[in-house]
């Protein structure tokens, strides 16, 4: 059923040039709040998913909710890449460090967005990047897996070995013809971002959460947390992006030992299975979203009590 339309009160924050984040509002709300920044999936935007909305009403009168727009919202996904993203998010996270020195901000993504909001913390740049006290994958879902189940593979092959030959010709940054992505996308997609969302060799920036990544791949993804940014993973139970031979709770659960293993935090409390949830939650019963903010809660809960950072 479509979304009916609706008034959403807040403030709009011009962080850089044509940037903005939208911060929800709410009456008690302090002046100088913690701040839980969203970043949303391919072709997501402000208020596209309905979720964050209540959220945001959830959070404790010390944080509030801040839903971020990039170059890559909307249709601007396949003309971005993760580091591109991610050189924005450091700019909106900078904005927001000045004008509220002192307080905590925690990166949660979205489908696509966990891309972002781990390769923040782990990726090419990482360690040059504003620091934050905590991150939250929410439907971490595989786009190459996911792509498996919507698209034909003749199609898919097809596309990747268009794009593969665009960037064998130093086209790597122009435009896909629309033949190489009929069945997926209308927007404009470059051969770069395709190979890494589609990750023929499964090696692309994108490829972050694929159920067949290497023990190593993983090492340099979850395995490279710091102790000081805890992880909360929430991975829909109904994700219907998720191939039904993908293991999800197995998935977690070796990505949680990775994190373990190399020093990080992560919250097992919270995080998991949603149970029932699907991708973003759209039309699920309010059980599955007071799930979902529940076991938020929770994390930022342990956050504000510093149960991560006893020892450091």
């Not at 964050?52 to 009403?57: E, R």
């Not at 699920?284 to 979203?289: I, L, Q, T």
Request: hydrophobic share 35%; proline share 6%.
């Amino acid at each position: 059923m479509p979304e009916q339309p609706s008034c959403v009160d807040g403030r709009l924050h011009h962080y850089a040039p044509r940037l903005v984040a939208f911060e929800h509002s709410k009456p008690s709300t302090s002046e100088s709040p913690n701040t839980l920044i969203w970043v949303g999936g391919l072709g997501d935007g402000l208020l596209t998913v309905s979720y964050p909305t209540a959220l945001a009403q959830s959070l404790p009168c010390e944080w509030s909710l801040s839903q971020v727009l990039l170059s890559s919202s909307y249709d601007g996904w396949g003309t971005s890449s993760l580091p591109q993203d991610c050189t924005e998010l450091a700019e909106c996270i900078s904005y927001f460090q000045s004008i509220r020195p002192g307080k905590k901000i925690v990166l949660m993504g979205h489908s696509t967005g966990c891309q972002d909001a781990l390769f923040y913390l782990t990726g090419r740049g990482f360690a040059t990047r504003p620091s934050i006290q905590g991150v939250v994958l929410q439907a971490s879902v595989s786009d190459r897996e996911g792509m498996q189940g919507l698209v034909p593979k003749d199609v898919l092959d097809s596309g990747i070995n268009i794009a593969q030959d665009m960037s064998a010709a130093g086209k790597e940054d122009e435009v896909l013809p629309s033949s190489a992505t009929p069945d997926f996308t209308t927007s404009p997609v470059t051969a770069k971002r395709w190979l890494s969302l589609l990750s023929p060799s499964k090696d692309g920036d994108d490829d972050l959460f694929s159920s067949d990544l290497t023990n190593e791949q993983l090492k340099k993804s979850f395995g490279s947390l710091k102790r000081g940014s805890p992880l909360l993973i929430l991975f829909s139970g109904s994700d219907q992006f998720a191939p039904d031979w993908v293991d999800k709770k197995a998935m977690v659960k070796r990505w949680t030992g990775f994190v373990r293993d190399g020093g990080g935090s992560i919250d097992e409390e919270n995080g998991g299975i949603v149970d029932g949830a699907s991708h973003n939650l759209q039309g699920d019963p309010d059980g599955v979203v007071q799930d979902l903010l529940r076991r938020v809660n929770g994390f930022i809960g342990r956050l504000d009590t510093g149960d991560f950072t006893k020892g450091l």
